[in-house]
C-alpha cells in the first residue's frame, strides 16, 4: 500500500500526517508491502527538514519525524501512489489539476476520507506551538479513522 499526504509546504501538515500514519500502520502492515511518503503543491522548501514546531510537537508525543526532508509534488507520484491525501481544499484542487481522470479515484481530502467532515486541516504556518498541538491531535484522530478504513479495504 503506497500512500502519500500532501499539504502545501510539505514541512507542517503534511510531514506530521507521514509520520502519524506510519505510526498506526507499521504494527499492522509488513513494512515490504507498506510505502507512506509525503509531499507539497509548492516547492520552496524542498530539501529541507520539517519545521521545528511540528518536529517538536511530533517528538512530545513520541514521533520523530525529523529526518524528513521536503519535497515537491510530481505528476508520477499519482501513478506511484494507491492513496494521495490533501490536507485541505486548496491542497486537492492543486491535485486534481495535475491530475489524468485515471487518478482522479485515488485523491482524498484527508478528514474527509477519514469520516470527520469535508473540513481542511488548518494551516499552521502563521500560528504559535498552540496552532501545532491542535493540528497534531487533529491529524492524531484522522490517521486513527483513516488507518482503520485502509486496513479494512485490504482484506
Ligand atoms: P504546510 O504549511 O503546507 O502545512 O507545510 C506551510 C508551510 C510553508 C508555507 C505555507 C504553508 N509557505 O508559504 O512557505
Not at 62 to 76: F, N, Y
Not at 90 to 101: G, H, K, Q, T, V
Not at 117 to 129: I, L, Q
Request: charged residues 25%.
Amino acid at each position: 500500500m503506497n500512500i502519500l499526504m500532501v499539504c502545501l509546504g510539505n514541512i507542517c501538515r503534511s510531514p506530521l500526517a507521514e509520520g502519524l500514519m506510519r505510526s498506526k500502520l507499521e504494527a499492522q502492515i509488513d513494512s515490504a508491502s507498506l510505502y507512506i511518503d509525503s509531499a507539497g503543491t509548492g516547492g520552496w522548501h524542498a530539501g529541507e527538514a520539517p519545521d521545528r514546531r511540528s518536529i517538536a510537537v511530533a517528538i512530545q508525543n513520541g514521533i520523530d519525524i525529523s529526518s524528513q526532508k521536503a519535497r515537491k509534488l510530481v505528476k508520477e507520484d499519482l501513478d506511484k501512489f494507491d492513496y494521495i491525501f490533501a490536507m485541505d481544499q486548496s491542497n486537492f484542487n492543486d491535485i486534481l489539476s495535475m491530475a489524468e481522470p485515471e487518478h482522479f479515484g485515488k485523491i482524498h481530502l484527508f478528514l474527509e476520507y477519514a469520516g470527520m467532515g469535508k473540513k481542511d486541516v488548518p494551516d499552521p504556518w502563521y500560528g504559535n506551538a498552540g496552532d501545532f498541538e491542535s493540528v497534531f491531535l487533529l491529524l492524531s484522530e484522522a490517521c486513527e479513522q483513516a488507518a482503520a478504513k485502509l486496513l479494512i479495504g485490504r482484506k
